[in-house]
């Protein structure tokens, strides 16, 4: 709200503003950590290899779930917490948190869904108050985290 609070009316975003979003940036994170943009991932072994007693032979597809690294309490204490502190200082380990997936094929567009998410949540908070029309929608998995009722909202716009 500093930011938004910093701005004359009408007044876009730029970018010291987006890099100060620290902790919009760290809501974002935690969200996705719950309902991951991508839940599955599928890999080729490369090799034979043994895995919890079953041996997974070269050549086979594999599909690994986000939510075994998301929700893994050795990882993120309290998992089905919403604390979006776990973001401040260095963060989860590398490798734990992985919306945009690691290494050497971290998704190429993750910084532009940076900004986007970013200059959405501003806008969203800045603009608008909001409320559930079905207030106690379930949340069912058809394979992804999707609210039963399908989310509809009412935007109010801010007076100012």
Known sequence: MEIAKSKEP????NWRDIQQMT????????????????????KEALTD????GFTI????????????????PAF????????PT???????????????GGGPRMCPGKEYARLVILVFMHNLVTRFKWSKLIPNDKIIFKPVP?????LPICLHPHKN
Request: proline share 14%.
């Open 10 to 13: 009408g007044q876009s975003l």
């Open 86 to 100: 776990r973001f401040e200082g260095d963060g989860p380990l590398p490798f734990t948190f992985v919306p945009f």
């Open 146 to 150: 999707f609210p039963e009722g399908g």
């Open 57 to 72: 032979p070269k050549g086979w597809k594999t599909c690994w779930s986000v939510h075994s690294t998301h929700k893994n």
């Open 76 to 83: 993120f204490p309290n998992p089905e917490k919403f604390d």
């Open 49 to 52: 290899f043994t895995f919890a």
């Open 23 to 42: 902790y919009t940036w760290h809501v974002a994170c935690e969200a996705m950590r719950l309902a991951p943009p991508a839940p599955l991932a599928f």
